[in-house]
């Protein structure tokens, strides 16, 4: 195959055509449409990812990865706890009591749920806890509270709360809500409005004493493991012998995750779709370029050039005018990218998402699955045309022509 006649045609095929300048046009908005669908994927697929791990990491500190629970009473207790802690000394454990509880305070009351904890173990599992108590020297009764409860309570550090909790003391001939004042500390701000509005820490002892557990026993153990589902195997085994069970994350959050993942593929099929539309000016383009180019075309064969070598000449215009947009459109999609990153462009409120500046993360499969995808495209583009090119009849188009 003759290469350098093969470049030759292709350069002044490029160049603008100025007899029939709307095939140029459809060429060059075949490249916009490629470059444009190309950065509108990598910036969707990087919002996408950055908004499930941003709900992830959030919901790691407040849900935490790994959870065990009794699956017989009292079967998570202060033995099990210091089997695992023997057993896995790479992960971290955080016994816990909790309560339904409505936190008073004057006339103002919130529904919410209170959680009993080891400071100490509970701080290097929950950065939102820790941050909260840094630098307090809590007491059995003292309490933190979400920032969403602090503010519906006007709540000042030192000031006393009263607690009631579901379970009943009885009185007499009536039955009375179990309540305790407790003396309000810091708050924590998780970022998520349903946490900051419900959630509330004080000591295991405190909980021990007024839920009447026996001392060493607990509802259960939060664990913080850098790899969750790798290590709930070995983890369900081992509780198998205590009475005890264990969920992830993504057990109790599957559906949302889930729902997440369903809505991103959804979202790569139709943003597709730009390309493949912006593929068809490109079988446009090709296909007007060999209607108009008939009689050299049937010239150069003629004169020896071979139906391959045709072929490859519109092959080659076509993937140039498809890669150079897939370049341009990569290069664009990180430029928007580190855009968005940089500047406050688009500010989200932090009550609903979580955070308010856009999160962005562009995963390495996310990025090769729409360069591939693109390519495909591009490549399928320019074969018809291509084709096309050699099935024309030498004889008859220059007798006529």
Excluded at 8 to 28: H, R
Excluded at 310 to 328: A, E, M, W, Y
Excluded at 335 to 363: Q, R
Aim: net charge positive.
């Amino acid at each position: 195959m003759n290469k350098k006649l093969v470049n030759f045609i292709v350069k002044k095929y490029l160049k603008f055509d100025k007899k029939n300048p709307f095939i140029s046009i459809s060429a060059i908005l075949a490249f916009i449409g490629v470059a444009i669908g190309v950065m509108v994927l990598m910036i969707s697929m990087a919002i996408m990812n950055g908004t499930a791990k941003e709900f992830e990491s959030k919901l790691f500190t407040m849900n935490y990865p790994l959870s065990i629970y009794p699956k017989f009473s009292n079967s998570v207790n202060e033995e099990l706890l210091k089997d695992l802690e023997k057993e896995y000394p790479k992960l971290k454990f955080s016994p816990y009591l909790s309560s339904q509880v409505i936190i008073q305070n004057g006339d103002n009351m919130n529904g919410g749920m209170i959680f009993g904890v080891d400071s100490k173990k509970e701080s290097q599992i929950n950065s939102i806890y820790e941050k909260a108590v840094k630098g307090l020297n809590l007491s059995k009764y003292d309490i933190i509270v979400g920032d969403g409860i602090r503010e519906n309570l006007f709540l000042s550090p030192g000031e006393k709360v009263t607690l009631y909790f579901t379970s009943l003391n009885p009185t007499g001939l009536s039955m009375m809500p179990k309540l305790k004042r407790f003396t309000y500390e810091n708050s924590f701000k998780s970022g998520l409005h349903a946490y900051d509005k419900a959630y509330m820490y004080t000591t295991i002892e405190a909980l021990q004493t007024l839920t009447k557990k026996g001392k060493g026993n607990f509802d259960g153990i939060h664990v913080y493991s850098d790899n969750a589902m790798k290590d709930i195997v070995p983890l369900k085994e081992f509780l198998r012998d205590y009475g005890a069970g264990v969920i992830g994350w993504w057990q109790q959050n599957g559906n949302f995750f889930a729902a997440m993942q369903m809505e991103k593929k959804a979202l790569f099929i139709v943003l597709m779709l730009i390309i493949l539309v912006a593929s068809l000016n490109i079988i446009s383009s090709l296909l007007m370029t060999v209607m108009s180019r008939r009689k050299e075309i049937a010239l150069l064969l003629s004169m020896g050039a071979s139906y391959k070598e045709i072929k490859q000449i519109f092959l080659k215009l076509g993937t140039i005018i498809g890669f150079s947009g897939i370049v341009v459109g990569v290069l664009l999609g990180f430029s928007g990218m580190w855009i968005l990153d940089t500047f406050e462009i688009i500010s989200l409120p932090a009550d609903v998402y979580g955070t308010s500046k856009l999160p962005l993360d562009l995963s390495s499969m996310d990025f090769i699955s729409i360069i591939i995808g693109a390519s495909i495209i591009v490549l399928l583009s320019s074969y018809y045309p291509a084709k096309k090119a050699t099935n024309i009849d030498v004889i008859d188009v220059l007798r006529n022509e």
